[in-house]
């Protein structure tokens, strides 16, 4: 029984909430070391060896800057690094966590113009494509888009906000939140010509809460001598000077850093295309499920599906809460909840992170399952159509 828990259900707990993920013994084994000094000298050779190889899974050549804090605190890096007080910063309102970081931009005194979307879809592409050509002044200091919306299961397509902005020949920056896609769905800093991209540990990359990571690009570096905005923690210039050598300004979190070391190996071992076919092969297998349930998957553009998770929605008068609540309580499984205007209206589905074809079918058998143990009316079958799918015979 693990310690936090009230009442026991044996076996083990299913943890399909789209992040924190299930994080692998390797992981967990590897931050079960002692914690060392962080000025001695075996420190730098670690420190440089993490920032070396966490660029492969930014893709990038350029530097990435670790930050002891939740995926939040690397949003407000990315901001304060590179804005004024009183910039324009264009967002899109693809679910809930693009309007928490359009309210942070607004605390940090940032004047956010905001494109609405159904929630439904990832970014508007065409609307930023229209609101770019109209600034002919240039006073859009940058475009925030958040890759995978993880209220809603819809992914960004970020290339094509990249093109978009080669299109209208705009000069702002382009940020980009990859929390809940980075090493779960391909994505490109450098060939995407993104100029900060903002991460964390507790989803793809496998880790507990408590590491953020900034992608800078050289614009955004220069962006950063200029920019006006208060920072002193965020600073990426101390934290850049420090990890020349593989340090840093302030006491890292060194243990979080030993897993950091494993789960990248990891990655790097399966290889990152297989790590994404793998995410993609899954969210296929759970679309079928979902499908053959009768119930209706949150995002209505097959073109944003996303593979780290699905929100399904459930049918009229029924709750979405209560549906998670029977199915912990039977099962001794976690599913993510509605957020926002979706709360008690969708169940989310993380197939994300460490995650194999049997956790996907044990995951999708205990919604099955509990479908009917709350009385949501379902067609049965759904666990079926995934088996079919994963061992090839769809
Ligand atoms: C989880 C998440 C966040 C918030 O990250 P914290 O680590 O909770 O601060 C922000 N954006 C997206 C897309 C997320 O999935």
């Known amino acids: 029984m693990a310690y936090y828990e009230t009442t026991r259900v044996a076996g083990r707990h299913f943890l399909q909430i789209p992040g924190p993920t299930n994080v692998p013994d390797r992981v967990l084994r590897a931050m079960d070391n002692p914690t060392m000094d962080h000025r001695g000298p075996d420190f730098g050779k670690l420190g440089a060896q993490i920032l070396g190889n966490l660029r492969q899974v930014f893709q990038t050549a350029g530097p990435v800057v670790i930050y002891p804090a939740s995926g939040t605190g690397a949003w407000e890096a990315a901001l304060a690094n590179t804005h004024s007080p009183g910039d324009v910063v264009l967002m899109c309102r693809t679910g809930w966590f693009a309007s928490l970081w359009k309210e942070m931009a607004e605390r940090l005194s940032l004047v956010p113009e905001f494109i609405e979307t159904d929630w439904r879809r990832g970014a508007d592409v065409e609307a930023i ?3 770019l050509a ?3 002044a240039y006073r859009i200091r940058s475009v ?3 890759h995978n919306e993880t209220s809603t299961g819809c992914t960004s ?7 978009a902005m080669d299109a209208a020949g705009h000069p702002a920056l382009l940020l980009v939140d990859t929390i809940s896609s980075l090493a779960s769905i391909d994505y490109k800093h450098d060939a995407w010509g993104v100029d900060v991209t903002v991460a964390g540990s507790q989803k793809g990359l496998m880790l507990p809460p408590g590491l953020s990571f ?6 955004a570096l220069a962006a950063a001598e200029t920019a006006k905005l208060p920072r002193s923690y965020w600073d990426w210039r101390p934290m850049l000077a420090a990890n020349a050598t593989g340090y840093f300004p302030y006491t890292p979190g060194t243990n979080l850093l030993y897993g950091l070391d494993a789960a990248i190996t990891m990655l790097l071992e399966e290889g990152l295309a297989n790590v994404f076919a793998r995410h993609d092969r899954h969210a296929e ?3 079928r499920a979902v499908r053959t349930w009768g119930l209706e998957i949150q995002c209505a553009d097959p073109r944003h599906y996303s593979s780290a998770l699905t929100a399904v929605r459930v049918p009229e008068g029924h709750s979405a809460d209560g549906l998670r609540a029977t199915i912990l309580a039977k099962y001794n499984m976690s599913l993510g909840n509605g957020l926002g205007p979706l709360k008690d209206r969708v169940f989310r589905i993380g197939h994300l992170g460490d995650f194999g074809d049997l956790q996907l079918v044990g995951t999708l058998g205990g919604i099955e399952m509990g479908l009917r143990s709350a009385g949501v009316p379902h067609g049965t079958g759904g666990v079926q159509a995934a088996i079919d799918y994963l061992s090839g015979n769809a």
């Not at 397509?157 to 093109?163: G, I, S």
């Open 214 to 219: 900034n992608a800078i690009s050289a614009k």
């Open 157 to 163: 397509r970020v290339d094509e906000v990249r093109a």
């Open 285 to 287: 297998a759970t679309r």
């Open 129 to 131: 494509a229209a609101v």
């Open 144 to 146: 925030c888009v958040v």
């Open 134 to 136: 109209k600034d002919t």
